[in-house]
């Protein structure tokens, strides 16, 4: 409300856990009743970290990712990865398994003699936690004339073999061939797995993760002149996909599949003007999407984009975009509000990274010290920030008890009268302050010609005898004892400014 200035907590260190690598991707997940982090490191490995008891354990070793990988989450059961090179992958909480599914079975020979459907096996994943493939027969005089995958499997490295057995026949064969995917973002969307790679978005059959060659599933390349260069981003929020670019945002929705199989779907250019390339910094909040790019803060509510960061138009020109762009939601003060951390060429300072956040149209300003990413996290009912800073891990805004220094600046409040000035001769200020610490409010009333002495006001009392001397207290341990009021307290003080 009005006059009601909040003080932000500080930062906390998470059960003083530490990566094994420098992190240099970061974002929450689900599996079942289990909430993680997911942290993608510079040496290609990646672990986790369990927000149930703040445990870490290992998802992949060194060497498994590259840079760029991404992730999203099937349902409450896997977590997809998606990475530039080495494609796409599921961890199911336990095993890391590539998404090397079986594509098509040919028939190479149709044999003979089968009287009834043959058995077909498929030999097992190559990788631990995989899933089986598995196929039926079909016969048509006497000869295996088609293989039906019912299921494609996941962790095959290599392309299985095939045997077809029984069915009163011999003679017949067949080989499989694998599918696999890279690419530079994914999302879950509408009961399939949404994959881009440079302009085409390639999605899965319905209600599969690991089918990408059935005739429900397909994919779409983006030819419109308003999307420049290739895909930044996807992301899943208010029943759309959207799909961000440099300068152009599109949404896939109302996804259907017709009497013959095939997927239906829109696709609206919402934006032809502008994106994004700062994949990071794009999140649902609300019922809108923010995201930021190289000269602002934007909101896309619906199909109309509209600049938040106004105020911040003086900020812009120092922020350094080489360095991560990250961004997330947070409670502050049972507020929802955004985030976004970028490193701040200080013109007065040295570079600093700092956190402009947003709620209802207004802007301020955090630091949380030198992060180097952040992501929000659902736990517990209540919408989470964490960071890192190398190899760390931070929850941001969660330190109510360590001191906060804070400076709080009002305008100057003009006079409207050319021939008389204004005299201050009291100030006073309302505060809530802890009731276990000692809170100083160092006050100065100000001009345009200057500023007054700092008058000094405190939350403690002070104690006086008869004689107005001094009374120390003192405990049992002869440690001194000081008395504090806390909570709600009327500060006020004599003062001399005139202007």
């Not at 998404?99 to 009834?116: D, E, H, L, P, R």
């Not at 649902?284 to 602002?296: A, C, I, K, Q, T």
Request: glycine content about 10%; charged content about 10%; hydrophobic content about 35%.
């Amino acid at each position: 409300g009005l006059g009601n200035v909040k003080i932000v907590p500080g930062v906390t260190n998470v059960a003083n856990l530490s990566f094994a690598n420098t992190v240099v991707y970061l974002s929450s997940a689900n599996i079942n009743t289990t909430d993680y982090l997911i942290a993608v490191e510079q040496d290609g490995r990646c672990e986790y970290i369990n927000l149930n008891n703040n445990t870490k354990g290992n998802v992949a070793p060194a060497g498994t990712f590259t840079t760029g990988t991404q992730i999203s989450q099937w349902k409450n059961e896997r977590v997809l990865f998606i990475d530039p090179t080495n494609g796409y992958k599921t961890w199911d909480g336990t095993n890391l398994v590539s998404v090397g599914s079986v594509a098509n079975i040919n028939i190479t020979a149709g044999g003979s003699g089968y009287t009834s459907a043959p058995n077909v096996a498929i030999s097992a994943p190559n990788q631990t936690g995989g899933v089986q493939a598995t196929a039926t027969a079909s016969v048509t005089g006497n000869v295996v004339t088609g293989i039906t995958l019912t299921e494609r499997g996941t962790g095959y490295t290599s392309a299985p073999s095939v045997t077809i057995s029984g069915g009163g026949g011999n003679g017949a064969t067949a080989n499989a061939t694998l599918f696999s995917q890279s690419g530079t973002a994914i999302q879950s969307f509408s009961g399939r797995v949404w994959i881009a790679q440079d302009r085409t978005v390639y999605y899965s059959a319905s209600d599969k993760y690991n089918d990408f060659t059935s005739v429900s599933a397909g994919s779409i390349t983006l030819t419109d002149a308003t999307l420049h260069g290739v895909i930044v981003q996807l992301l899943s929020a208010n029943n759309f996909l959207y799909i961000f670019g440099d300068d152009s945002i599109n949404v896939f929705s109302d996804v259907r599949v017709t009497t013959t199989g095939t997927t239906l779907f829109t696709n609206t250019n919402v934006s032809a003007s502008v994106g994004t390339r700062l994949k990071y910094a794009v999140f649902p909040y609300f019922r809108s999407v923010l995201f930021m790019n190289e000269y602002g803060v934007y909101a896309l509510v619906g199909s109309t984009t509209s600049k938040l960061s106004d105020s911040l138009d003086g900020i812009f020109p120092y922020i350094d975009f080489t360095q991560n762009v990250t961004a997330g939601q947070v409670l502050l003060n049972n507020i929802l509000c955004a985030a976004f951390s970028f490193t701040y060429n200080d013109p007065a300072a040295s570079p600093r990274v700092i956190q402009a956040v947003f709620f209802e149209k207004k802007w301020f300003l955090t630091s949380q010290g030198t992060l180097t990413w952040i992501d929000s996290a659902p736990f517990g009912g209540k919408v989470n920030l964490y960071g890192t800073s190398g190899t760390d891990l931070k929850r941001l805004y969660a330190d109510s008890t360590s001191n906060i220094s804070s400076t709080i600046t009002t305008a100057l409040l003009p006079m409207g009268d050319p021939i008389r000035d204004k005299q201050a001769l009291k100030f006073a200020f309302e505060a809530t302050s802890p009731t276990d610490k000692v809170s100083t409010f160092s006050v100065t009333v100000d001009s345009e010609r200057g500023a007054s002495p700092t008058y000094t006001v405190y939350n403690y009392i002070t104690w006086y005898n008869n004689n107005l001397q001094t009374i120390g207290w003192t405990n049992n341990s002869s440690q001194s004892v000081v008395w504090v009021t806390g909570g709600y307290q009327l500060y006020k003080n004599d003062a001399q400014q005139w202007g």
